[in-house]
């Protein structure tokens, strides 16, 4: 079946300016996160969705990031105003429930010039 | 805090065996999941530990102590195609978010 998929693949943005990522989950599957990998680093956690609970923001680095899961199903993350700090590879997973584990997407490379 | 500890990088020979270390001191425990990575694509589950012990599968084992704070993934008749970073990673508590280590980055050679 049809994996995590992820748009877009590669974005390149100036400096103050917003971007959305998207991320489509695995049909069926209630829990979704966001990670984010910069070069040569570990995956660090974002924001965790789970079903119609409130979402858990506690990765989130500052107030310029933010996500929305709409219908239980497809993601977005916003980053307002980027900065070349936040230049990295978004990766979004998702579950088929809250324990289970995570399958993630390709990601999408954020470039901040 | 939470910290996640595993070698950088990590070479073997083809049809070898090695033995990937992740040491970790988290707030909490909750399981213990390895993921391979290979460049520019999306990390792959590969195992989930939750209590001590051995789990197999295949050409890959993991195991994991808790007391010790300690978990090693095992991989045995080395394939080229084996060649990739290898994640640790621990949820630390209810919920299944995931701490991540900086992942080991192993090379096969013929």
């Known amino acids: 079946g049809a994996g995590v998929s992820q748009s877009p693949s590669n974005k390149v943005t100036e400096k103050g300016k917003d971007v959305e990522l998207r991320c489509d989950p695995i049909s069926g599957h209630t829990a979704l996160y966001w990670y984010r990998q910069s070069l040569g680093q570990g995956l660090e956690f974002l924001i965790y969705?789970?079903?119609?609970?409130?979402?858990?923001k506690s990765g989130l680095p500052s107030d310029r990031f933010s996500a929305e899961r709409t219908g239980g199903s497809v993601s977005t993350l916003t980053i307002q105003r980027t900065q070349q700090e936040d230049s990295a590879v978004y990766l979004c997973?998702?579950?088929?429930?809250?324990?289970?584990?995570?399958?993630f997407g390709p990601g999408t490379r954020l470039t901040v010039t | 805090g939470q910290n996640i500890d595993q070698p950088t990088e990590m070479t073997a020979t083809e049809g070898a065996i090695v033995q990937i270390n992740c040491t970790y001191q988290t707030s909490g425990f909750n399981g213990l999941f390895w993921y391979q990575q290979h460049a520019g694509e999306a990390p792959t589950f590969l195992s989930y530990n939750v209590l001590d012990g051995l789990e197999e599968k295949g050409r890959f084992s993991s195991f994991l102590s808790r007391s010790k704070g300690y978990s090693y993934l095992l991989l045995k008749e080395l394939q080229m195609k084996d060649s990739a970073s290898y994640l640790c990673?621990?949820?630390?508590?209810?919920?299944?978010?995931?701490?991540f280590g900086g992942g080991t980055r192993l090379m096969v050679k013929p």
């Open positions: 969705f789970q079903g119609n609970s409130a979402p858990d």
């Open positions: 990673a621990v949820r630390p508590g209810a919920g299944n978010m995931l701490t």
């Open positions: 997973a998702s579950s088929l429930s809250g324990i289970t584990e995570q399958y």
